[in-house]
T-cell receptor, first 111, second 113 residues
Framework: SQQGEEDPQALSIQEGENATMNCSYK?????LQWYRQNSGRGLVHLIL?????REKHSGRLRVTLDTSKKSSSLLITASRAADTASYFC???????????FGAGTRLTVKP | DGGITQSPKYLFRKEGQNVTLSCEQN?????MYWYRQDPGQGLRLIYY???????QKGDIAEGYSVSREKKESFPLTVTSAQKNPTAFYLC????????????FGPGTRLTVL
């Protein structure tokens, strides 16, 4: 079963704007990851945040994690048309040996 | 070139036929995974393997089978028992099972005619 749920399902913005996507999950986790998928392709790992971390940065990406609310957010700053893709969160639940992916947020960045 | 490859990219199957999807990695990863993705949906775990000669069922293993005879290879067979096999299949690998970053192949799109 899917552990994470992304919100919104779809997001459309203009180039240069910031994009924020949210992920909620149900059980205690060891870490949470964000992935990107271009249409018809495999997923690409973006960033991993551990349960004892609250914020992490990687280039134009900023991820936050609130374990008390069981939620995470992915912020893409100064978006570009090339950021158009689907973004998925994946959780590694405590006691499991696999990850669970959400249904994704479909981001469209208009030039 | 290090990476994970899947073949074929597109696969067509007649109803009632078994078909095998290939997944190979040269990243020296111990763990490998198979996921199914339906249009507009997230990934659902079919099978995963933490080590050679060992594998576990995921959430939707019915109608599928796997083997892990070599570290580099984790083929997936879609059997005739899988009632709705048309989907996009993704293979991934990671250094260890559990919460490490997963590296994905380009996927195989299976269509049942």
């Amino acid at each position: 079963s899917q552990q994470g749920e992304e919100d919104p399902q779809a997001l459309s913005i203009q180039e240069g704007e910031n994009a924020t996507m949210n992920c909620s999950y149900k059980t205690s986790i060891n870490n949470l990851q964000w992935y990107r998928q271009n249409s018809g392709r495999g997923l690409v790992h973006l960033i991993l945040i551990r349960s004892n971390e609250r914020e992490k940065h990687s280039g134009r990406l900023r991820v936050t994690l609130d374990t008390s609310k069981k939620s995470s957010s992915l912020l893409i700053t100064a978006s570009r048309a090339a950021d158009t893709a689907s973004y998925f969160c994946a959780t590694d639940a405590v006691g499991n040996n696999d990850m669970r992916f959400g249904a994704g947020t479909r981001l469209t960045v208009k030039p | 070139d290090g990476g994970i490859t899947q073949s074929p990219k597109y696969l067509f199957r007649k109803e009632g036929q078994n078909v095998t999807l290939s997944c190979e990695q040269n990243l020296n990863h111990d763990a490998m995974y198979w996921y199914r993705q339906d249009p507009g949906q997230g990934l659902r775990l079919i099978y995963y393997s933490q080590i050679v000669n060992d594998f576990q069922k995921g959430d939707i293993a019915e109608g599928y089978s796997v083997s892990r005879e070599k570290k580099e290879s984790f083929p997936l067979t879609v059997t005739s028992a899988q009632k709705n096999p048309t989907a996009f299949y993704l293979c991934a690998s990671s250094t260890t099972s559990g919460g490490g970053a997963q590296y994905f192949g380009p996927g195989t799109r299976l269509t049942v005619l």
